[in-house]
């Protein structure tokens, strides 16, 4: 009876975990466009109120809106940014960076998509920029640039070779600097200076902001965060409350501000893939701050206080990274600048000691092979490999179960309807051959940490976006496309989107995902109670449905998983001189 039970526990405990996923975790993502932006807004012009305390830097003045983002870039004079990865331009009223698209990147997997939008103007329909400045103490009245500063400079554009110094004098005596460098990549480094040739020393703060204007925009999910992110005074800001990390979204911020000191760290605004954050000086102590205003989300810092003497000078230098979210590059930067756990920004979650080594496999994988989808495979083998000496074990302990099937058969009919009686005996046959009925289970349950780990990698890497694999999958992070529903294509329509249609649209690499696990159930000695045979023999259908929405790169690895088990279990019942199925 305790076997019968731990059986039935185990199946499941397996069910209801895949069925977890699907309540717990968001729909699984289809290949439409997609953008970085979201919803519509006026943004304060940051920097204008010289009165404005420090760790302030925003106000209330906003810019017009202009009925596009072309629009909007054409209004002011601009500087060109040009880089192997990103496209933009600096607006030089007001040295905003404040359009930016990211090259290697497409809406879509049609190469000819437009490129993704990161950042854009204030005024746009939805603007989302980053603006660097200095504040000052109530007490002081200094005239300091702000969103209508018409800055000067004598370069032509930015690129990784050629740094941009763009200068505003404010007519008192203080002149100010701003020099935007940037590497081949997604890191700008930005100089402030100010050069004090006025009548009397002042005091400034320098501070870096960024602005996310528009309605709410897309809310942290089930699977991965997606808002305000940071590493702020030692712990991570994100979606999660889990030990070392601070609980922050975008709901957080629209009730009440979230304020922090901290020596260093970072703080910005991470999508699914892409990722705009501050990096200040790593050894200045930093007032952070999370904010919600007039429909606008702004991360910003207010760094230490500068006294600047006449005929004196002082400067800030700060890091900024504005890109899409790769794995080996932000684990570079974190490297070579000392940011503080900057790959968080991925969201590889609690179990991230599990889910960025399987993402580092693969990846080393897909550098020799070319392909991830071969990697998913190679990856299989390898966890096969891990897991061999504990699914030998339950292996072997099924082919006993296997060759006890004649006995079984026996003592039902001996016991006929006395149940106690029945398993009792059949404990004590189970004990003294070796075998476990629970066995078949096992190399299910055991599987799921790394089932889990690879869906969160698929879901969260950029590196998996648009990954292809063979014939009809060209995104391995999307579910299979095609469907039953019109024999895979062959078919001249497209089934309509209706809920119930959408859940019996069952892709082909599901349907051998089912018929790979209906072959490894035959394999498996069935229990001895029909119910629970019957169970068991429902469980390739219940997951085929399940797994049909989940992406196509989970599906190829438990097929490919159960295709490499069924031939270890019938290797090991050759062994074991299992010939065939046993007659009852």
Known sequence: MDQQRNLIVAVALSIAILIGFQYFL???????????????????????????????????????????????????PRIKID??????????????????????????????????????????????????????TPDEHVKLPDATSRWQTSD????????????????????????????????FTVTQGVENKGAAPVTLYAYGLISRG???????????????????????????????????????????????ESTGGWLGFTDEYWLTALVPDQQEALTTKFTYHDDEFQADFTGAAHAIPVGGSTSETTRLF????????????????????????????????????????LDFFYRHIGNFGLAILALTIIVKLLFFPLANRSYRSMSKMKLLQPEM???????????????????????????????????????????????????VTIEMRHAPFFGWIHDLSVPDPTTILNLFGLL?????????????????????????????QKLTPAPPDPTQARMMMLLPVVFTFML??????????????????IAQQWLIMRQSGVKRPAKA
């Open 26 to 76: 968001p729909k699984a993502k289809t290949p439409a466009p997609e953008t970085a932006q979201h919803g519509q807004a006026e943004h304060p012009a940051p920097g204008q109120n010289p009165s404005q305390a420090p760790g302030s830097p925003a106000s209330n003045m906003t810019a017009p809106t202009a009925p596009t983002r072309a629009e909007a870039l054409a209004a002011g």
């Open 83 to 136: 880089t192997p990865s990103l496209q933009g331009s600096i607006d030089l009223a007001g040295a905003q960076l404040d359009d930016l698209n990211l090259s290697n990147y497409r809406e879509t997997i049609d190469p000819n998509s437009p490129p993704i939008q990161l950042l854009s103007p204030a005024g746009s329909p939805e603007p989302y920029f980053v603006d660097y400045g200095w504040v000052s």
């Open 156 to 187: 032509a554009a930015l690129t990784p070779d050629r740094p941009v110094t763009l200068s505003w004098d404010n007519g008192e005596g203080l002149r100010f600097t701003r020099r935007y460098a940037v590497d081949d990549n997604y890191m």
């Open 214 to 260: 528009g309605k709410t925009p897309k809310q942290t999910n089930r699977l991965l965060h997606v808002g305000p992110v940071g590493v702020i005074a030692g712990k991570l800001c994100d979606g999660g409350s889990f030990i070392d990390h601070d609980h922050c979204n975008y709901d957080d911020i629209k009730t009440a501000p979230l304020k922090n």
């Open 322 to 361: 504005a890109g899409a979210k790769e794995v080996h590059l932000l684990d570079s930067y974190e490297d070579q600048y000392n940011i503080p756990r900057l790959d968080r920004a991925i969201d590889f979650g609690w179990f991230y000691f599990l889910t960025k080594p399987i993402f580092l496999v």
């Open 409 to 459: 058969a026996k003592l039902r009919e001996r016991m006929g309807d006395d149940k106690a009686r029945l398993n009792q005996e059949m404990m004590a046959l189970y004990k003294r051959s070796g075998a476990n009925p629970a066995a078949g289970c096992l190399p299910i349950v055991i599987q799921i940490p790394v089932f889990f780990s690879l869906y969160k990698v698929l879901s």
């Open 492 to 520: 001249p329509f497209a089934p309509p989107d209706i809920p119930f249609l959408s859940f019996v649209s069952i892709g082909a690499w599901p349907i051998m995902m089912g018929v790979t696990m209906f072959v490894q």
């Open 548 to 565: 049909a929405h989940f992406p196509a790169g989970l599906v190829i690895y438990w097929a490919w998983n159960n295709t490499l088990t």
